[in-house]
């Protein structure tokens, strides 16, 4: 019996030095263990801007947008394009927000019957081993965006490269180029020949009137939706494909069979009216929708 006792006894004693222990152990391992720590506040300034510049009829316009922001574009018939620009900086504290607006920002350059809006910024790295070698690298990954909102001519032949953001298109029916990375690009359209070509996002082209005044469109999307939204009694000609995954989805009641395979959930060759313009939408994995549009 008293062997017995001594071996509880021992048990016991073992027990305690090992709770000691892992309690030591583990007390010193959360001192030893790095504090987290939050992100900093980011401090935000917004410089607004105003450029602007005349342009005859069928002059071009080029605009190069920031890697985030909107970029709006609306037709006039006045011979001058208008520009109106917000430019949002971010940054610790005010004198690097000093520095970063002397970097961030746009190149505002007229022509002959030629505007461009060209930005320039931290995310350019060609450019800024060529304007700012002794920029501090510490804030060249600091998020910034610029907002464009322009008129121009209703003639104008227009190129946009784009980001990330909104992208909105009016009353333009020149030729008209677009690629963006990764955008909401709404497009309402009378004529013109457009060429857009998106990543990801969402394409919408609005048709206002009965008969197109141009070639028609070209929109490519690699991942995403087109909506194609059409007035009845609309003339013209449409190809559509979804090349990997997805369907086509078509509740315009005024599109008709114009060639093999017709129309189907993967492939449409159709003709709404008398046909007239063309129109192509090609989307890799996603939806094309054709629809009425509505008021």
């Given at each position: 019996?008293?062997?017995?006792?001594?071996?509880?006894l021992?048990s016991?004693i073992?027990?305690?030095?090992?709770?000691?222990l892992?309690?030591s152990?583990?007390?010193s391992g959360?001192?030893?263990?790095?504090a987290?720590t939050?992100?900093?506040?980011?401090?935000?300034?917004?410089?607004?801007?105003?450029?602007?510049?005349?342009?005859?009829?069928?002059?071009?316009?080029?605009?190069v947008g920031?890697?985030?922001?909107?970029?709006?574009v609306?037709?006039w018939?006045k011979?001058e394009?208008d520009l109106s620009?917000e430019i949002?900086?971010?940054?610790?504290?005010?004198?690097?927000?000093?520095k970063?607006?002397?970097?961030?920002?746009?190149v505002?350059d007229?022509?002959?019957n030629h505007?461009?809006?060209l930005?320039?910024?931290t995310?350019?790295k060609?450019?800024?081993?060529?304007?700012?070698?002794?920029?501090?690298k510490?804030?060249?990954?600091?998020p910034?965006?610029?907002?464009?909102?322009?008129h121009?001519p209703?003639?104008?032949d227009?190129?946009?490269?784009?980001g990330?953001?909104?992208?909105?298109?009016s009353?333009?029916?020149?030729?008209?180029?677009?690629?963006?990375?990764e955008?909401?690009?709404?497009l309402?359209?009378?004529?013109?020949?457009v060429?857009?070509?998106?990543t990801?996002?969402?394409?919408?082209?609005?048709?206002?009137v009965?008969?197109?005044?141009?070639?028609?469109?070209?929109?490519?999307?690699?991942?995403?939706?087109?909506?194609?939204?059409?007035?009845?009694?609309f003339?013209?000609d449409?190809?559509?494909?979804i090349?990997?995954?997805g369907k086509?989805v078509?509740?315009y009641?005024?599109?008709?069979?114009?060639?093999?395979p017709?129309?189907?959930?993967?492939v449409?060759?159709?003709?709404?009216g008398a046909?007239g313009?063309f129109?192509k939408f090609?989307v890799?994995?996603?939806?094309?929708?054709?629809s009425?549009?509505?008021?």
């Amino acid at each position: 019996m008293a062997k017995r006792k001594r071996v509880l006894l021992a048990s016991c004693i073992l027990s305690f030095i090992v709770a000691i222990l892992f309690s030591s152990s583990t007390s010193s391992g959360q001192k030893n263990k790095p504090a987290i720590t939050a992100p900093p506040v980011l401090l935000k300034r917004t410089i607004s801007r105003h450029e602007s510049a005349r342009l005859g009829f069928g002059g071009s316009v080029t605009i190069v947008g920031a890697p985030i922001g909107s970029v709006v574009v609306e037709g006039w018939q006045k011979n001058e394009v208008d520009l109106s620009a917000e430019i949002e900086l971010q940054a610790e504290n005010e004198a690097d927000l000093d520095k970063l607006a002397t970097v961030n920002g746009f190149v505002f350059d007229e022509d002959l019957n030629h505007v461009s809006i060209l930005s320039a910024g931290t995310h350019d790295k060609d450019y800024m081993k060529l304007s700012f070698k002794d920029f501090p690298k510490r804030l060249l990954g600091l998020p910034w965006k610029a907002d464009f909102k322009l008129h121009v001519p209703a003639s104008s032949d227009i190129e946009i490269n784009a980001g990330h953001g909104p992208l909105t298109l009016s009353g333009v029916e020149g030729a008209i180029r677009i690629n963006a990375t990764e955008s909401e690009t709404t497009l309402t359209m009378t004529g013109g020949l457009v060429t857009a070509t998106v990543t990801a996002g969402r394409v919408r082209l609005v048709v206002p009137v009965r008969s197109w005044r141009g070639g028609g469109a070209d929109i490519r999307v690699a991942g995403g939706v087109v909506d194609v939204e059409l007035p009845p009694g609309f003339n013209g000609d449409f190809d559509a494909d979804i090349l990997r995954i997805g369907k086509i989805v078509n509740s315009y009641d005024g599109l008709e069979k114009r060639e093999k395979p017709g129309i189907t959930e993967r492939v449409v060759r159709a003709r709404a009216g008398a046909g007239g313009a063309f129109f192509k939408f090609t989307v890799g994995e996603g939806t094309i929708n054709f629809s009425k549009r509505t008021e």
